[in-house]
């Protein structure tokens, strides 16, 4: 059995890291160099990094932030936030990233999934997904709906048959966020995480909701979730990543040890 990952997310918005509930009312919580380096430092398996308002405002990613928190950390790195295009993924690769994130432009544009893979190999594309509960419909049959730009666009598509088209794509990896629970601290969105873990074949990284350890151990074995991203519970020191590492351990969930 693979290790389930523990992964600090730094939103990044005008070159700092920001906090939101809900993807709203977002304040500045510090330098992601600095945070980048200090989870790194304690154990943080990967770090995802999100320039969450390039998309919206239709500019390219703060690509020397991306560089910058490179040279600092050797773990995996993933980026995203206003990549559109194989050449945008090129220029974070090339600033030091492992894998580049696509959401909104994936949605768009579903070809630049299989045009990333084809270029760069399906390891280094990571599908973002930003959904909704919005009730089940003949439109929406699992309930869930796709939102783009950060949280602002519903675009009528259907969760996890987008999941499984990006897939066939050639997404080699899925970062499911719940806007509903996203920073709510209340835990992950469990049902959705189930839902579309267990219909791909490819991993899926919870994300959204995790406010103590408890909730991570819930989404890796209930959700099915091959990794967590959690923010909010680190960002503000209520927890370490060893602390969350070893409480998993003692529930018998396999991670790499750290501590």
């Known amino acids: 059995m693979l290790s389930k990952r523990i992964i600090p997310c730094l939103d990044v918005r005008e070159g ?3 906090k939101g509930v809900k993807f709203k009312n ?36 703060m690509i020397e ?21 194989v050449e945008d993924m090129r220029r974070v690769l090339l ?26 190999g399906s390891q280094c594309v990571v599908l973002g997904m930003d959904a ?9 049959p699992s309930g869930y709906e796709i939102v783009i730009n950060g949280g602002r666009t519903y ?21 499911l966020n719940s806007i509903d629970a996203d920073g709510t601290k209340d835990g992950y969105e469990l049902n959705l995480t189930a839902l579309i873990s267990g219909h791909v074949g490819i991993p899926v990284i919870a994300s959204g909701g995790a406010g103590q350890p408890e909730h991570l151990r819930d989404v890796l074995s209930n959700g ?3 990794a967590a991203l959690i923010a ?28």
């Open 65 to 85: 932030v991306v560089r910058r928190v490179a040279e600092a950390i050797f773990i995996p790195f993933s980026v995203g936030g206003g990549i559109r295009t």
């Open 132 to 140: 909704k509960y919005v009730g089940e419909s003949e439109k929406i």
């Open 155 to 175: 675009m009528g598509i259907d969760a996890l048959q987008w999941a499984l088209r990006a897939q066939e794509l050639g997404a080699g990896e899925i970062c």
């Open 224 to 226: 099915k979730a091959d």
């Open 16 to 18: 700092r890291t920001t």
């Open 232 to 259: 909010s519970m680190v960002h503000y020191g209520t927890y370490t990543i060893a602390e969350i590492k070893s409480y998993l351990a003692s529930c018998g969930i396999k991670v790499r040890k750290t501590w």
């Open 26 to 61: 977002n304040i500045d919580i510090g330098d992601p160099v600095e945070m980048a380096r200090q989870y790194y430092d304690t154990g943080a398996d990967e770090i995802v990094f999100y320039d969450i308002t390039a998309s919206n405002e239709k500019r390219d990613i």
């Open 95 to 120: 600033a030091g990233a492992e894998k580049v994130s696509v959401n909104s432009a994936a949605v768009l544009n579903p070809d630049l999934l299989a045009q990333g893979a084809s270029a760069f």
